[in-house]
């Protein structure tokens, strides 16, 4: 279908209508770029935070002076879990001694408590995949029921927010995005159409002489595919730039900004969803004219 | 294709435009390898008829075949097949202005997705028949009525197609160079392709023997040998 003639037409056309071209091709790239710069961030965030909940744990305070076997018991049951990673048993003189070794430098603190006030507790870490507020909530209650147990704590809040972030990030990235690619197809779409009248008594000349469908729009097909490549590949360079410009540079000053994690195998496919997003466009375009 | 019925065959054709009648049930035929013209006054249906050959236009009662095909039973995609047998000189010519004389005749190939190479020769040859290799890189308008009315011609021919359909072919030309290109015509006749020629110009078919049919108000008023 896409004949050697067709990319001369093709090319023909990005010439003569240059600066239409040209403008749709900026205005991709703006929408690639305001996606990417997104996703940048996002990425960056998610990278800083995605090891948090490994830190986070449960403690499981258990009542006082519970036997041997009782303990074991409650281990046993915590551990039987699936949502359960790890359980650590700190004894209450375990306890005990950490804090003093905490409180080495304020030993004052503890002066006239010789009876140690500590319980026995375990310490439980979960699966990452049960780290939701929800399910932590939940597992802080059964738990609790568990008999020989005292108390529960963990940071509810913390580990809350810390899932309501991401999730809201994750959700209003994938809006942006969506948002932009349906506009940037409509680019593409409103492009082609005007190229598409800007030559219609050409192209009713071309069908006249016997062209077929697939000869009259494999050039259009192509155009679109060339301006949204150029747009992705230009979003592509101005990342590199600002990455190795901007960034760098800045981070020589602010240390912060080096520790940026820069995602390039994923940007190396920005003019492929160029591409694609042009190519969309044209196909639906055509798609809606008569041939 | 059909082997033994007409090349074009008209039964009953009638075609309006906006409710006004512009032909009137039309019954006739063109033989396969046969050269014909067709006269009437302006406004008569001439190029209308070119135009349901070529299907640019439909009928709207009776049915027209092309070489056996039903043309209004062909699908949206056999209608370019059937029109790369067909080559037209278009009254209005239709010359793309932004393309060069070559360029012009050559889309008549490249639309037949036939080999660069083949295309040099063949539009090269085809220049040379209408007197017009030295223009080749010249545009549209550069170029006088006359020449232009022969790069029609060119491309319209260009192609080799088996039918050739030409609406008043000379209406822009002296009568010298008219002279030419019947004579091309009945060259590229002479090698077996069915022409049906429009013309108000009754010098081109006087004393050619051809069969003539006249038009008047979308009527077919006569069929006569001159
Ligand atoms: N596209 C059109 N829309 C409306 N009327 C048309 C159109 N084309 C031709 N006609 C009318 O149809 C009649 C036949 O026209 P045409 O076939 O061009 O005649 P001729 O070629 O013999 O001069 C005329 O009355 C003309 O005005
Ligand atoms: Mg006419």
């Not at chain 1, 870490?125 to 780290?131: G, I, N, P, Q, T």
């Not at chain 1, 029921?145 to 209003?172: C, Q, W």
């Not at chain 1, 069908?207 to 009259?216: E, I, M, P, Q, S």
């Not at chain 2, 050559?106 to 080999?115: K, N, P, T």
Request: proline fraction near 4%; glycine fraction near 8%; charge should be positive.
């Amino acid at each position: 279908m896409a004949s050697p003639y067709a990319f001369r037409l093709a090319l023909q056309s990005l010439s003569k209508d240059f600066w239409i071209n040209l403008l749709s091709m900026l205005t991709i790239f703006a929408g690639l770029f305001i996606i990417s710069l997104s996703f940048f961030i996002f990425y960056n965030i998610d990278a800083a935070t995605r090891n948090l909940p490994e830190k986070f744990s449960l403690v499981v305070y258990l009542e006082d002076n519970l036997p041997k076997e009782k303990v074991d018991e409650v281990i046993a049951s915590v551990r039987s879990r699936r949502e359960v990673a790890s359980v650590k048993y700190i004894s209450k003189e375990d306890a005990f001694r950490e804090l003093k070794a905490t409180l080495k430098n304020s030993q004052y603190v503890l002066e006239g408590i010789d009876d140690n006030p500590l319980p026995d507790s375990l310490e439980v870490k979960l699966r990452r995949d049960a780290m939701g507020s929800e399910p932590v909530r939940k597992f802080a209650e059964t738990t609790r029921k568990i008999p020989g147990v005292s108390e529960v704590d963990y940071g509810e809040k913390f580990l809350s927010t810390l899932h309501d972030i991401r999730n809201g990030m994750r959700t209003a990235g994938i809006l942006l995005a969506a948002i932009l690619s349906t506009g940037i197809i409509f680019v593409c779409y409103s492009t082609v159409k005007i190229l598409f009248y800007r030559r219609n008594d050409e192209i009713e000349t071309f069908k006249l002489l016997g062209a077929t469908k697939g000869f009259v729009r494999a050039p259009f097909l192509i155009e679109g595919a060339a301006i949204g490549t150029t747009g992705g590949l230009t979003c592509l360079i101005a990342l590199y730039l600002l990455h190795h410009v901007v960034i760098l540079r800045i981070g020589a000053s602010v240390p912060v900004f080096k520790t940026l994690l820069f995602p390039a195998n994923i940007f190396l496919s920005l003019p492929l969803v160029g591409m694609f997003l042009g190519i969309s466009g044209a196909a639906i375009a055509l798609g809606r004219l008569k041939y | 294709m059909d082997l033994d019925g007409p090349m074009i065959h008209f039964q009953n054709v009638s075609k309006e435009y906006d409710n006004q009648s512009a032909l009137h049930d039309i019954t006739l035929s063109v033989e396969k390898g046969e050269m014909a013209f067709l006269t009437g006054p302006s406004g008569s249906g001439k190029t209308t008829m070119l135009k349901l050959v070529y299907l640019a236009e439909m009928p709207d009662h009776g049915s027209i075949t092309i070489a056996g095909k039903e043309a209004t039973s062909l699908g949206e995609s056999g209608i370019p097949l059937i029109r790369r047998h067909i080559g037209v000189v278009f009254q209005d010519f239709r010359l793309l202005d932004n393309r060069n004389v070559f360029e012009n005749v050559a889309l008549a190939l490249r639309i037949r997705g036939i080999a660069e190479r083949e295309i040099k020769t063949r539009v090269a040859d085809s220049l040379k028949t209408v007197n017009l290799r030295h223009k080749a890189d010249s545009y549209p308008r550069q170029l006088s009525g006359g020449e232009q009315q022969r790069v029609v011609i060119a491309r319209a021919v260009v192609a080799e197609p088996t039918v050739l359909l030409a609406d008043e072919p000379t209406g822009n030309l002296d009568p010298e160079t008219a002279e030419g290109v019947m004579r091309t015509f009945k060259d590229i006749h002479a090698k077996g392709t069915t022409i049906l020629i429009a013309t108000h110009n009754r010098e081109l078919f006087r004393n050619s023997g051809k069969r003539v049919f006249r038009l008047n108000a979308g009527n077919l008023v006569g069929v006569e040998v001159c």
